[in-house]
């Protein structure tokens, strides 16, 4: 019983999602998000050509670099590729990587007319919340923090909304931001896009607030109560005066 009080009592204020925008709202979003490559990135590339005699010079960079199917970026930001060696990949963006490879493979003479493909075999999201954790992969390089909130289905009443936070590696260094998806404003953070191997730590609420939320509805009722059974005192009084 005291729990679906307790439940009863958590006020839409504190949940409801993106509670400032009304039926038709637009809101312009100022930050374009494309992945950038990163260390222990794990990429798929593909080579393909167009002309039958360039087949077999594209099957050694389709062969499978590692165990897992993919190339995988080294600490220093590198991928090393049959014939072209080593490349610095970290900071280019997949379709980036796409053309500078396209670009080294034509130029260089070794496969005519090169087109590449570039993946990432890695992109996922880490969720800790409600006394448990998980790993969200995302099937492409694109993932808004509300699309991960959904796809992590564990966000109840008891949540803090205003303290959800995003953690993420930023130039060696580990950033918090707190984001509240009650309000629109989450759209132009710069932590709305997500990144690979993200972090997204959701707390609950104390149960201290939630005593206090409790004490609060609960004085309202009995005020309520009380000034009802004053009317109450006060229509019979003037019944019984009337008879």
């Not at 109560?225 to 009337?242: D, E, F, P």
Request: negative net charge.
């Amino acid at each position: 019983m005291a729990t679906l009080l307790l439940t009863s009592c958590v006020t839409t204020r504190r949940v409801d999602y993106l509670q400032d925008m009304a039926h038709g709202s637009q809101i312009e979003i100022e930050n374009r998000f494309e992945a950038v490559i990163a260390p222990y990135d794990q990429l798929s590339i593909k080579v393909m050509t167009s002309d039958l005699s360039g087949q077999n010079l594209a099957e050694p960079f389709n062969a499978v670099a590692d165990d897992n199917g993919g190339y995988l970026v080294d600490v220093n930001g590198n991928i090393d590729l049959p014939t072209l060696g080593r490349i610095h990949v970290a900071g280019l963006t997949r379709l980036r990587l796409q053309d500078t490879l396209t670009h080294m493979l034509q130029s260089g003479g070794y496969i005519p007319d090169p087109y590449v493909s570039v993946r990432f075999n890695n992109f996922k999201v880490f969720f800790l919340g409600n006394n448990e954790g998980k790993v969200i992969n995302i099937p492409n390089e694109r993932c808004t923090f509300l699309e991960a909130l959904a796809m992590a289905g564990n966000v109840d009443q008891f949540t803090r909304r205003d303290r959800i936070a995003v953690m993420r590696e930023v130039n060696g260094r580990m950033v918090m931001r707190y984001l509240d998806p009650r309000s629109s404003d989450i759209f132009n953070d710069p932590f709305f896009m997500l990144q690979q191997n993200d972090f997204i730590i959701v707390p609950n609420y104390s149960a201290g607030v939630l005593r206090n939320e409790f004490s609060y509805w609960m004085s309202l009722a009995t005020m309520a109560l009380s000034v009802g059974s004053l009317l109450t005192s006060i229509a019979l009084y003037r019944s019984i005066q009337n008879q």
